[in-house]
């Protein structure tokens, strides 16, 4: 079950039967799981899960071996010509790149670039589909406005390094959103922080949460997940082994592999 | 106990002093030898360093370190990239250039290019296996004294340059270009915008160490008698039999140009370390005026 933004249009994800493996270790086995447009789902789970890995399949920084992804209907690195399914050009894959933000758990922001550079340099060189590339002075405009909805306005000279490591990731955060994406992806985007800072960039993505951007979230963050996701979603061992609301999946969890997880991680004051 | 009211006496370092005075009276020495052995013939060496010869000469190793030296990097970037990419016959390709040009010597290399027109009489661009010839040229034409020292130069400086920059590459961090490609940014500028910036900081110190080693190394092309500034002092020497202090006019130069270069580096290296270090640190004039404003200030404050 999902519950879908009012406003929400675009941004319909939908993994079908996802297989992937590195080496002799396979790591996704076959998942499935549909977000609709504007939802908001987090992905939980023991670490080697397939979590991190089932988000970059995406947006394609991974390529599946089996299954397939498409977004609002389009498969996601291929097309479909003549009943086959033909391998995208790298050009292509940029493309609906830029359809799918997405922020790291190290930031990976330049370092070399100010933060203003670094929101404003991918609109300017990215192609999109549908859309002009703006001027520099336009995308840096809008760069300053993303920097002041992240509350970063006064760094926008800064350099990632001179900037603390929750204002690194609202920097990403507005960096991702440069581009106006249907779909966010969080790669566990509080795990470098400091424990004080995790705030500060959740309440970034809380506020996102709301703005019709679909978002899908992998984090370690329970009380975050409870608040903010329409969709949990439990995998184990490169499998989805349960998905629900958060009320269904924190409190009345079905599957005995989710409840042991889940006595393992959430603090016994949460576990209501 | 209360310490506020001690003076404090700075430790002393007297080995430090000996130490130092060594040095002095070594570099003194040094120095008095220079300016009163006559056979180093001073007043030769200031007669000839301004000579039109010689400027020219000089003028000859600039345009040949510059033009290899460009092109070679160029090259090298090129042949870095394609040594990085996924195409295996890209990366042989890469690897065969550079185990060539790095295991034949610079002396061979440059003899060999002044020769071609022996190895082969023509060069002409047509259908390869047919009779087919758009042109034909003259190889003894095409392959000029200055053809063959750049080609010399730029080919060996290009199979060097090649791993210097693959390294810096390899030194930036794997999450930048998955980040870029995240974004959308394109193969070309996800290269030079976002990781060679920041490669730099590795290739910079060996590039120049590769660029004086370059200034130094044009004056091999002596070999083709090619006028450069250590043929010309050659030329000069053998007429004069001044050996010694035209050696020395030449050696000047060289140093000359290798400090205005080592200027360069600091500058370009600073330029690059931009985001890297929290706070630039101050340049040597910057210090210097730094420290003359304050002393100023201490002065005045001082007479009042």
Partial sequence: MTVTAATATRGLVEITGVRKSFGAAEVLKGVSLTIEPGGVAVIVGPSGSGKSTLLRTINHLEKVDGGHISIDGTLVGYEVRGGRLHELREKDILKQRTEIGMVFQNFNLFPHLTALENVAEAPVVAQRPGKARPSKEEAKRRGLELLDRVGLKDRADAYPRQLSGGQQQRVAIARALALDPKILLFDEPTSALDPELVNEVLDVIRELATSGTTLIIVTHEMGFARDVADTVVFMDQGQIVEQGTPQEIFTNPQEPRTRSFFSKVLEPAFNI | ?304
């Fill in chain 2, 1 to 304: 106990m209360d310490y506020s009211g001690y003076p404090v006496v700075a430790a002393r370092h007297p080995w430090r002093w000996v130490g130092t005075a060594a040095v002095a009276l070594g570099v003194l020495a040094v120095a008095w030898s220079l300016a009163t052995n006559p056979r180093w013939e001073w007043g030769v060496v200031a007669q000839w360093f301004t000579a039109q010869s010689v400027i020219n000469g000089l003028l000859e190793t600039l345009k040949l370190t510059a033009i290899s030296g460009l092109l070679g990097f160029v090259l090298g970037f090129i042949l870095a990239l394609m040594r990085l990419s996924a195409s295996p016959l890209l990366v042989s390709a890469s690897w065969t250039f550079s185990w060539i040009f790095r295991s034949t010597p610079l002396l061979v290399q440059m003899l060999l290019w002044y020769n071609l027109g022996y190895l082969y009489e023509k060069i002409s661009l047509g259908i390869p296996f047919t009779d087919v010839r758009f042109f034909e040229v003259q190889t003894t034409t095409l392959i000029s004294q200055f053809a063959a020292a750049v080609l010399g130069l730029t080919l060996n400086q290009a199979a060097y340059s090649a791993e210097i920059i693959r390294g810096g590459l390899l030194s930036v961090d794997q999450g930048q270009l998955e980040a870029a490609a995240a974004l959308g940014i394109p193969a070309w500028r996800r290269s030079t915008r976002i990781v060679l910036p920041q490669a730099m900081r590795a290739i910079l110190p060996t590039a120049f160490n590769e660029i004086i080693g370059l200034v130094k190394g044009t004056s091999i092309v002596y070999v083709l008698a090619y006028s450069e500034l250590f043929y010309t002092v050659q030329v000069i020497y053998n007429r004069t039999q001044q050996v010694l202090p035209l050696l020395l006019v030449a050696t000047l130069w060289y140093v000359v140009i290798t400090s205005v270069l080592s200027v360069f580096q600091y500058y370009i290296e600073r330029h690059y370390s931009k985001g890297a270090v929290r706070n630039l640190p101050l340049t040597p004039w910057q210090k210097a005026r730094k420290f003359f404003a304050t002393h100023a200030v201490a002065n005045r404050t001082r007479s009042l």
